[in-house]
C-alpha cells in the first residue's frame, strides 16, 4: 500500500530553520503531485507548497520567500525547507501525494512543528 511517513518537525526559536522530510512508497512517486499543508489547533488544514510532476511550485501567501519545496525522484522524497520561522507557523504539518484525475489521494501522518522562545 501506499505510504508517506514525515520527519523533520521539532521545536525551534522564531527566525529559525527546519527541513522537514516526505519518505513515498507504494507508487510511481514521479507520477505524483506533491504537497505540504499544515493544521495549527482550531483551524482548517492549509496547503502550504505543491510541486507538480515538472517542477512547477507554488506557496501559500504566508510563507512566500521563506519556504522552499522541492523533490528527489531519485529518492522517492519531497522536502520542505522552512526558514525564517514565526510563531504563526506552528501546526502539524502533512505531506501529500495525489493523481486527483485518477481518485488518487494520499496523506501522511503529520509531524509537529512549534516555533516559540
Known amino acids: 500500500q501506499v505510504q508517506l511517513v514525515e520527519s523533520g518537525g521539532g521545536l525551534v526559536q522564531p527566525g529559525g530553520s527546519l527541513r522537514l522530510s516526505c519518505a513515498v512508497s507504494g507508487t510511481i512517486f514521479s507520477l505524483n503531485r506533491m504537497g505540504w499543508y499544515r493544521q495549527a489547533p482550531g483551524k482548517q488544514r492549509e496547503l502550504v507548497a505543491a510541486?507538480?510532476?515538472?517542477?512547477?511550485?507554488n506557496y501559500a501567501d504566508s510563507v512566500k520567500g521563506r519556504f522552499t519545496i522541492s523533490r528527489d525522484n531519485a529518492k522517492n522524497t519531497v522536502y520542505l525547507q522552512m526558514s525564517s520561522l514565526k510563531p504563526e507557523d506552528t501546526a502539524v504539518y502533512y505531506c501529500n501525494a495525489n493523481r486527483l484525475e485518477y481518485g488518487l489521494n494520499y496523506w501522511g501522518q503529520g509531524t509537529q512543528v512549534t516555533v516559540s522562545s
Open positions: 510541486i507538480a510532476t515538472g517542477g512547477n511550485t
